[in-house]
């Protein structure tokens, strides 16, 4: 299974986007997709990819860069197998490719390809 993740596009500064995360290859009912823990990354031009937010499974529990607290809001739908990524305040410095993976005991797999943000001043 891949997660494939949708939603970017070009927003001025300020503005907001929805990014979508979806699983691809295979549906899982509801309380299966709800056990696994999601997460973004991001990376941008010359810099490595870091953690942007998690959300775990079961507890639904959300972990978040400091760099985007306040900003971003990371939800899930497990009826749709889906978790959001909500970016509200946009600023330059958000432009990058945003993947999404799950989380597995010891790394993070289901790598799809990422959708790309630019923010425009």
């Known amino acids: 299974v891949q997660l494939q993740a949708s939603g970017g596009g070009l927003v001025q500064v300020g503005g907001s986007l929805r990014l979508s995360c979806a699983a691809s290859g295979r549906t899982f009912s509801a309380r299966m997709f709800g056990y696994y823990g999601v997460a973004w990354f991001r990376q941008g031009p010359g810099e490595e990819r870091e953690l942007v937010a998690r959300?775990?499974?079961?507890?639904?529990?959300?972990v978040y860069a400091d760099s985007v607290k306040g900003r971003f809001t990371i939800s899930r739908d497990n009826a749709k197998n889906t978790v959001y990524l909500q970016m509200n305040n946009l600023k330059p410095e958000d432009t990058a490719v945003y993947y999404c993976?799950?989380?597995?005991?010891?790394?993070?797999?289901?790598w799809g390809q990422g959708t790309q943000v630019t923010v425009s001043s």
């Open positions: 959300i775990n499974g079961d507890s639904g529990d959300t």
């Open positions: 993976a799950r989380k597995t005991t010891t790394t993070y797999d289901s």
